[in-house]
């Protein structure tokens, strides 16, 4: 089964349960100060979870394209994490609930998709008897179903709003899968963080509305919020290990690898570069769909996030293509193999084509010349260190090249490396700390930090200065 068949069975399974299909909203959220991107299916929900909105329906079914940029510094690293991916869900708005859901998710799984449940296992809140019963009566053995905290069974969106415990859908991938495995240590099972147990589905039971002061009341309905990530399923039915490898980015990786001039087939590369392909595969993806919805790079919030994104892809074309001209844009060749794999189901993408392409193209050759000038900039430094008789670069020089010129630390630290110097990463940390106090304004809002995994405040007028706000942070997981 293809992704794009994986997806309509999804759909049409829930249609058959009286569900009504819900078109996928924006990347870009509408109306909603709290979140820079739509991190979840439920986002255009929220208020039928409250309550406050009735719509004709309540039961709902779709596929959301979902962006994460919390989870950037996973991709490469594990083959579950994308920053954009595809997430399918079915809600009831105060209508079935944990009963049926867990039903559901488990029937679709095994009947539908045949997956190999002698592998299966289910997670539920360690307060939540009622969800482990129903999961007993789906013929789940005891020692199948583990009991988690709050870290990873207890769903909320934001540090207000509609939130409640979850039960997870897991598949064992084998012994040999995963960074346990690899590193030689005993995996711990769901929950772990690492690849071998595979959590593909989050069945959340909307009960509570958590209050400002954090007081959870109990929700006028008790609701069903369900996501399950299409990446993920696909590999697990395609035997594949890594989101990366299923039949959707098949034909990206190739245009990647035949752009960069690379004639092996994407299997045969290094490994090195696979990450490196992986990386831009996936990055060019989070921009297709984000320009695509609108979106435009700048100097702040999101803006300056997708600003982020394409130069960490453009590092990476750097490692698979180091002789690739600077006055020609790598990125913008891969967008059309994109639209051709995504546009059928998402004709926005089609539609909006020469307006991404041309936004890449610009973006990239300009990060080229502030690389350019940042070089020089870097060098001078150098030469500064070493007439001072010094072997490391200061924390405010890597600050200055990091605040003017757009070069990661990381990045500061490989010149560095190369050249026999050392960074100053600890002194760069407190620039960056002192900066961010500095812009520190009146916060009013919350958002998630999408670098830090952790709720921060932030000013409307200013979205980039934040204040960290460190009473949610072990509640909340989801990104
Ligand atoms: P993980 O613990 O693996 O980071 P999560 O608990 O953060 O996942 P949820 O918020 O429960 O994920 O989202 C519901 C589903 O969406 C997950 O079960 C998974 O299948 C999928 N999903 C979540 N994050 C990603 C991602 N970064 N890339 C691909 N799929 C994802
Ligand atoms: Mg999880
Ligand atoms: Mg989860
Ligand atoms: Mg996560």
């Known amino acids: ?264 087939p994407v299997n045969d590369i290094s490994s090195q570069l696979k990450v490196s392909c992986n990386v831009i595969a996936d990055h060019i993806r989070l921009l297709t769909f984000t320009l695509g919805d609108g979106a435009n790079f700048s100097n702040e919030g999101r803006g300056y996030v997708l600003r982020r994104v394409l130069r960490r892809a453009v590092r990476h074309v750097g490692k698979l293509a180091p002789n690739w001209p600077k006055d020609k844009s790598f990125l913008e060749n891969i967008v059309a193999t994109v639209i051709d794999e995504m546009g059928e189901f998402y004709p926005e993408i089609i539609q909006n084509k020469a307006r991404i392409e041309d936004a890449i193209r610009n973006e990239e050759l300009r990060f080229n010349s502030t690389l350019e000038s940042g070089l020089t900039k870097f060098q001078h430094f150098i030469e500064e260190a070493k007439l001072k008789n010094k072997k490391i670069l200061s924390g405010e020089n890597v600050f200055i090249l990091h605040d003017s010129f757009g070069f990661p630390s990381d990045l500061t630290q490989i010149l560095c490396e190369e050249l026999g110097f050392k960074a100053d990463l600890e002194g760069f940390k407190k620039h960056m700390q002192e900066q961010k106090e500095r812009s520190r304004a009146e916060a009013k809002f919350y958002k998630f930090d999408q670098d830090d995994s952790t709720w921060i405040e932030f000013h409307p007028a200013n979205p980039l200065s934040d204040k960290k706000f460190a009473g949610y942070n072990l509640v909340f997981n989801n990104t």
């Open 1 to 264: 089964m293809k992704t794009n068949d994986i997806r309509r069975k999804f759909i049409q399974f829930f249609e058959s349960k009286q569900h009504t299909y819900v078109p996928s909203a924006s990347t870009i959220p509408i109306g909603d100060q709290t979140i820079l991107f739509t991190i979840a299916g439920m986002t255009q929900f929220k208020s039928c979870l409250t309550g406050e909105e009735v719509r004709p329906y309540k039961r709902a079914t779709n596929a959301q394209k979902c962006i994460r940029v919390g989870d950037l510094d996973d991709v490469g690293k594990d083959g579950r994490h994308c920053t954009m991916f595809e997430m399918l869900g079915s809600w009831s708005f105060g209508d079935y609930y944990k009963k049926e859901a867990i039903q559901w998710a488990y029937e679709f799984s095994k009947d539908e998709l045949k997956l190999d449940m002698s592998r299966f296992w289910a997670t539920v809140h360690h307060s939540d008897d009622e969800a482990f019963a129903i999961w007993r009566t789906m013929g789940v053995p005891e020692n199948r179903i583990v009991r988690l905290g709050d870290k990873d069974n207890f769903w909320a969106m934001g540090p207000t709003g509609p939130c409640g415990p979850c039960s997870e859908l897991y598949l064992d991938q084998g012994e040999h899968v995963g960074q346990c495995y690899e590193k030689g240590l005993k995996c711990s099972g769901p929950g772990c963080d690492c690849d071998r147990y595979l959590e593909f589905w989050n069945l959340v039971f909307m009960q509570y509305n958590r209050q400002e002061d954090g007081t959870l009341l109990d929700l006028p309905m008790k609701s069903v919020d369900t996501g399950c990530g299409l990446e993920r399923l696909t590999a697990l039915i395609q035997g594949k290990t890594s989101n990366f490898d299923i039949d959707l980015f098949t034909k990206i990786k190739e245009k990647i690898i035949h752009t960069a001039g690379i004639k092996s």
